[in-house]
T-cell receptor, first 116, second 118 residues
Framework: EAEVAQSPRYKITEKSQAVAFWCDPI?????LYWYRQILGQGPELLVQ????????DSQLPKDRFSAERLKGVDSTLKIQPAELGDSAMYLC??????????????FGPGTRLTVL | AQKITQTQPGMFVQEKEAVTLDCTYD???????LFWYKQPSSGEMIFLIY??????QNATEGRYSLNFQKARKSANLVISASQLGDSAMYFC???????????????FGQGTTLQVKP
């Protein structure tokens, strides 16, 4: 069964350091999402790609966060510099497209980030 | 604006019994989709069930069913014959149609923690 891959699963870093997360969506999925989930809350969208193009980054803190999906396949989310408030679960999801309300988003295992 | 409300922070159910997790939503769009996900302590979000706003029948997937009441804007998840492995956080989520300007993102509720007792 096809799955969304993410790495690393866990990351501990000190504030002001740079961190990067990687996501490989299900093969053939054109739409890729990065969500951030603070402990005890539901996930919130950070950035969404359609193929290699960003279609929604309205909630991405662009002064410190960046995301890319250069070839329209896998994606990298970077934080530089990391702050204490960035401690959260970072979830990647993919779907076949964004055209239909029923296009299910499938999630990877997530990266749990702790900033000390 | 989209909004999902899950009013039950935590629920307990006895093994083998049925349990209902509540979800209400708010949207002015006519076309939308409702999803339920399960998140075990390991952290991954597992898709459970989907209901489209135009679907006339309630969705079912194995032991999961969705009690969709469109006029009341509710989409409650029913888990039948609870198992110990059902203990997890459950999230209700909504997605509006593209023509409303939505890019396809999911809006999640705050979640409900379910604990199944042996």
């Amino acid at each position: 069964e096809a799955e969304v891959a993410q790495s690393p699963r866990y990351k501990i870093t000190e504030k002001s350091q740079a961190v990067a997360f990687w996501c490989d969506p299900i093969s053939g999925h054109a739409t890729l999402y990065w969500y951030r989930q603070i402990l005890g809350q539901g996930p919130e969208l950070l950035v969404q790609f359609q193929d290699e193009s960003v279609v929604d980054d309205s909630q991405l803190p662009k002064d410190r966060f960046s995301a890319e999906r250069l070839k329209g396949v896998d994606s990298t989310l970077k934080i530089q510099p990391a702050e204490l408030g960035d401690s959260a679960m970072y979830l990647c999801a993919s779907s076949l497209s964004r055209d239909r309300v029923g296009d299910t988003q499938y999630f990877g295992p997530g990266t749990r980030l702790t900033v000390l | 604006a989209q909004k999902i409300t899950q009013t039950q922070p935590g629920m307990f159910v006895q093994e083998k019994e049925a349990v209902t997790l509540d979800c209400t939503y708010d949207t002015s769009d006519q076309s939308y989709g409702l999803f339920w996900y399960k998140q075990p302590s390991s952290g991954e979000m597992i898709f459970l069930i989907y209901q489209g706003s135009y679907d006339e029948q309630n969705a079912t997937e194995g032991r999961y069913s969705l009690n969709f009441q469109k006029a009341r804007k509710s989409a409650n998840l029913v888990i039948s014959a609870s198992q110990l492995g059902d203990s997890a956080m459950y999230f209700c989520a909504m997605r509006e149609g593209r023509w409303s300007g939505n890019t396809g993102k999911l809006i999640f509720g705050q979640g409900t923690t379910l604990q199944v007792k042996p």
